[in-house]
């Protein structure tokens, strides 16, 4: 990590970065312009080709984002990251579909839909950057040298075949000195700025920065390979757990498909792995944010949820022992002794949680204040004083759920009354429940790198969603509706027109204005203006 008070300040940094990648974006305008200008001759050779020259810079990104990186800030350098989520997305490719003229996506004249695409990216890209210089970076000094993106092209011919050749020259005057040195108003030896982020290139925790790393993709595929680009491998369809007796099969489960509070046409609940459908190919960082702390939050629900579940039994069995003073059943004194067991158990859990180091001190001090009501509640004698500890549990752990649009529902314990003929049944199922957490504290800890990897990119102190963040759950009725497809791509490529047209417009009230670092500049929307091109 480089040491910012003996280089220069952040902000300076930021952006002399992102006016080089303005530049960038400009050089290679001239290119995509040609395009469109002889887009009736066109080939999708030549639409491929200038996706991969602009992909060119995707390490050069990478190695900014480093040279950047702050574990004390909370957000990251946009729009630095969004080219990022752009030029590194996940598929590996930054081909995307564009609606046509008609509001609809189609499987006819697919040059003309991608070429669209990549018009609509590169405008939204550009017009990020420029609003970037106009309004953060106008009191910053800049080094002209590194800033300007030289034209190579000798010949001033913007014919897409000579793009590749520019660009690897473009890319050697960042990696290979021998070849900065040929032309003295290209040499990079006295910039500041490109000290730095040679420094950064060099360094592989740059990888860190990779989309992958920074959306969980491994965690959320669990570590299987896919191709995003091959529909037939099932890679965009949606994924429910595997259930056996109401139970997930696979403990990690509990945490990948964790429900939200928004409902699908179905009944079943829109879950994290649905959000992380929609993540894979949104390019707004702001969006990022919001979903890494989901994630964040997603891990925590299982446990919380077991602290939830174990006042809420608590609760019903206190009350279903006093009205029933006079009953000597002996299974009622042994499940009163477990209670205790469990309640120890639970604090177990939580303490193993909090020592996982996933978290900063808000959540840490929540893990804290809970085992603390489980211990008070294992102390206290008098049932008036449990019921005030119960009622803290519930009022904390729901408050947990709302502010995070967790689905907080537990099943059979919170909907059946107690009586004397399911009691055992009740703390049987609870009492199993117990024993599947502990695996699934188990399981997590094998992903611990893979969640400190994104805690190592930005400072994650918010507990519950700051109101920006919370800009991810504001969901068109469409929109949900396409996250909660079982294969989303069938479902755009079928859309009525009038559907289609409505949704653009409405679209346009409801994108994300960004309103610290976008200035109320928006991104187009995955699967609303764009999909990925198969």
């Not at 995707?58 to 752009?86: F, K, Q, T, W």
């Not at 193993?352 to 893990?367: A, E, H, M, P, V």
């Not at 399981?443 to 990897?453: A, C, F, V």
């Amino acid at each position: 990590m480089i040491n910012f008070s003996t280089a220069m300040e952040y902000m300076e940094l930021n952006c002399n970065f992102s006016k080089y990648i303005l530049n960038y974006f400009k050089h290679n305008e001239k290119y995509l312009l040609k395009l469109e200008e002889d887009k009736t001759n066109i080939s999708k050779r030549d639409l491929k080709m200038y996706g991969k020259a602009i992909q060119s810079h995707g390490e050069i990104i990478i190695a900014m984002l480093e040279a950047l990186r702050s574990e004390e800030r909370e957000n990251y350098p946009s729009p630095l990251m969004d080219v990022n989520l752009y030029l590194n997305n996940v598929s590996g490719s930054v081909e995307l579909s564009f609606k046509n003229n008609s509001g609809k996506f189609e499987k006819s004249n697919r040059k003309l839909n991608l070429l669209n695409g990549f018009l609509m990216i590169h405008k939204a890209m550009v017009e990020l950057l420029e609003n970037c210089m106009n309004n953060i970076c106008s009191d910053v000094s800049f080094d002209e040298v590194f800033t300007n993106c030289p034209d190579f092209n000798e010949m001033k011919d913007y014919r897409i075949n000579f793009l590749p050749g520019v660009i690897e020259k473009l890319q050697n005057r960042l990696s290979k000195n021998n070849f900065r040195l040929k032309d003295e108003r290209l040499n990079l030896n006295n910039s500041e700025v490109f000290r730095i982020l040679e420094i950064a290139l060099k360094n592989d925790s740059r990888w860190d920065f990779h989309p992958k790393k920074l959306l969980y993709y491994d965690l959320m595929m669990g570590h299987q390979i896919f191709d995003e680009r091959n529909l037939m491998s099932g890679v965009q369809y949606r994924k429910l757990p595997e259930v056996k007796e109401h139970r997930a099969l696979n403990v990690i489960d509990y945490f990948k498909f964790a429900p939200l509070q928004y409902k699908c046409p179905d009944d079943s609940y829109l879950t994290l792995f649905d959000v992380f459908r929609y993540m894979k190919y949104n390019f707004d960082s702001i969006q990022l944010q919001g979903y890494q702390e989901l994630v964040l939050a997603s891990t925590i629900r299982p446990i919380i949820l077991l602290a939830r579940m174990y006042a809420s039994f608590l609760k019903k069995f206190i009350n279903f022992s006093k009205s029933n003073k006079n009953n000597s059943n002996k299974n009622l004194d042994e499940i009163r002794n477990n209670m205790s067991i469990i309640g120890s158990i639970i604090i177990k859990q939580l303490e193993d949680l909090n020592n996982l180091s996933l978290f900063q001190i808000q959540t840490k001090t929540y893990l804290d204040n809970l085992c603390n009501y489980i211990r008070n509640i294992l102390k206290i004698e008098h049932s008036q004083s449990y019921v005030e500890m119960v009622d803290n549990i519930m009022k904390q752990t729901r408050s947990f759920f709302n502010k995070n649009d967790l689905n907080k529902y537990f099943g059979i314990i919170v909907d059946i009354k107690m009586t004397g003929d399911n009691v055992s049944i009740l703390y049987n199922e609870f009492a199993q429940l117990v024993d599947v957490k502990s695996t699934y504290l188990i399981e997590l800890e094998k992903y611990q790198e893979s969640l400190n990897t994104v805690n190592k990119t930005r400072y994650i102190n918010e507990f519950f969603f700051k109101n920006i963040s919370k800009e991810l759950f504001k969901f068109k009725p469409n929109l949900l509706k396409r996250l909660c497809s079982q294969n989303i791509y069938m479902e755009v490529y079928n859309m009525e027109n009038p559907e289609s047209i409505d949704d653009k417009n409405t679209c346009k009230d409801k994108l994300i204005a960004n309103i610290s670092s976008k200035l109320n500049i928006s991104l187009p929307m995955y699967m609303i203006d764009y999909i990925l091109y198969i």
